[in-house]
């Protein structure tokens, strides 16, 4: 159905029992689409059991296709309708319709929806494409891609393939076709004239790649483009593909690897986090974390047990045990026990954080409405990195931005002792400016707080207090020393000033 509905002109008929039909829902309320998926059901009731199903199925497919035209059938039985061992595709062929009619076997209570996306994906493309005309002419020509994967329900697949459509043409790279999003019957069957593919979702388009490889010479891409230095790397996998130099300026965008090093490295740095998803997620989003925003990976897993290998790979390079299952409680129990400070997940994820009271953001389907905002939100290439940067720190407890330190930590303006900005000084207006700077720079006036008498401060925790950010080194002063005088501490030690921290921060 992700596949079908994905498409512009291709009708599914599905054997299957009524009740069933609630599938229409998780897109159109889920994905908001404006139409109902393009999918006809056989609806048999418990009563049809004793009668003629098989028949029942072939008014359906033949209903559907005098009511919708499609240029292409797809047909199939849902997994109460394959008990009953009614031959979809033998039916529908016995009904000589003009259009190519593609049965799929799919035994839904054996496999899991990424396969049998694939495997729809799949069977289309083997029955619809058509060899490419050789181009004899001499005239060098524009070097051109597909781009494979993308499907309804998918997690932002809409504004990645946007996105990378972009990048592909200012690389000087021409997209002929987009499938299955999009797609109609005629966009597949041009599907080997192009030069290579571009693989985003490989759950979804390794298989469909490989055979086109394999039947017309066309390679395919490896690099998912999430995360700059990946979509670096993709564009370089790209340009070879298509020998063209890498255009100047392509980067221009790009905000996330400066706010990753602007923000305070005390509340990014090291942050641990826990990654579950579909595996070409899990494995991209776990080089981002690690290499871009400097998190500490502490754990990953997928459900998509035919990319185990790569998670398992990818967990050795983190030094992580791997998690591969479709048991959510396991997925929590492995939280728990890991106690990360951040999870990226899937929408089963994000419930577990709820109720972990962990911090949480989702980097893979399984999805929810509120992974299709209404707003441009890619995950890959240079904007997806962005959008990523922005959807994981905002999380986390946001703190004082390395980047002002740098730039007013020297300014005369900014110290422990200086009036707030809103009430004014025209005393101070009226000094020299190089004058305030060398006050601020040496003498620097004392907190408005007066030390209590009974703590003192000890070298190491006045040098550690130096480390908090000016603009609230005043606050923490003022808090450790009040927590001292409460413990009844004569010395405020650097224990004493992290104990405060915890004791305020509760
Ligand atoms: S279980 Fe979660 S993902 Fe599924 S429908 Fe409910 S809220 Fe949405």
Redesign the pocket.
Do not use: K, R
């Given at each position: 159905m992700r596949v079908a509905t994905a498409m512009t002109n291709v009708h599914y008929v599905l054997h299957a029992p009524q009740g069933d039909t609630y599938a229409d829902l998780l897109f159109t309320m889920i994905e908001r689409l404006p139409r109902r998926p393009p999918v006809t059901y056989s609806t048999f009731q418990a009563r049809d059991l004793g009668g003629d199903t098989a028949q029942l199925f072939k008014e359906a497919v033949a209903n559907a296709f005098d009511r919708f035209q499609p240029q292409a059938v797809l047909v199939g039985s849902s997994c109460t309708a394959e008990l009953i061992q009614d031959d979809p595709g033998g039916l529908a062929r016995a009904l000589n319709l003009p259009v190519p009619v593609i049965p799929l076997e799919l035994p839904a209570y054996q496999r899991k929806e990424n396969w049998g996306a694939s495997e729809t994906f799949y069977q289309l493309v083997r029955n619809l494409v058509k060899p490419a005309d050789k181009d004899l002419s001499a005239a060098p020509h524009k070097p051109s891609c597909n781009i494979l994967g993308p499907t309804a329900l998918g997690f932002r697949h809409r504004d990645d393939v946007r996105e990378i459509s972009q990048l592909l043409q200012a690389l000087g790279i021409e997209v002929k076709v987009i499938a299955p999003l999009n797609a109609s019957v005629e966009d597949i069957r041009k599907l080997a004239q192009a030069d290579f593919n571009v693989v985003l979702y490989p759950e979804i388009a390794n298989t469909t790649a490989q055979w086109l490889e394999r039947q017309f010479n066309q390679p395919y891409t490896r690099t998912i483009p999430i995360g700059v230095s990946a979509t670096r790397e993709f564009i370089r996998e790209v340009t070879s593909l298509s020998e063209l130099p890498i255009p100047v300026g392509l980067e221009d965008d790009m905000h996330s690897v400066w706010y990753s090093r602007s923000v305070d490295s005390t509340y990014l740095t090291g942050k641990r986090v826990f990654l579950f998803g579909d595996a070409t997620h899990v494995v991209a989003a776990a080089r981002f974390a690690s290499e871009e925003m400097g998190f500490e990976v502490v754990g990953l897993g997928t459900y998509s047990r035919e990319f185990a290998r790569e998670v398992r790979e990818a967990a050795k390079k983190y030094q992580v045990e791997p998690l591969i299952t479709d048991d959510y409680l396991a997925v929590e129990e492995q939280i728990k026990h890991l106690h990360p400070e951040l999870i990226l997940g899937t929408?089963m994820e994000r419930?577990i954080a709820k109720r972990l009271n962990i911090p949480c953001a989702v980097i893979s389907a399984?999805v929810?409405i509120q992974d299709f905002p209404a707003r441009y939100a890619p995950q890959m290439g240079f904007e997806g990195a962005n959008v990523l940067f922005d959807t994981w720190v905002h999380p986390l407890m946001m703190g004082l931005e390395e980047h002002l330190l740098g730039m007013f930590r020297e300014d005369f303006e900014f110290h422990d002792g200086a009036a707030p900005s809103h009430l004014g000084s025209s005393r101070v207006a009226e000094t020299p400016v190089t004058a305030l700077r060398e006050v601020a720079q040496t003498e620097l006036p004392k907190p408005i707080t007066a030390q209590p008498a009974s703590s003192a401060w000890s070298i190491e925790a006045e040098k550690e207090l130096g480390k908090i950010p000016f603009f609230v080194r005043g606050k923490a002063r003022r808090n450790t020393e009040r927590y001292a005088l409460e413990q009844g501490l004569s010395t405020i030690t650097v224990e004493t000033l992290y104990d405060a921290k915890a004791h305020f921060s509760r």
């Open positions: 929408q419930h399984p929810h």
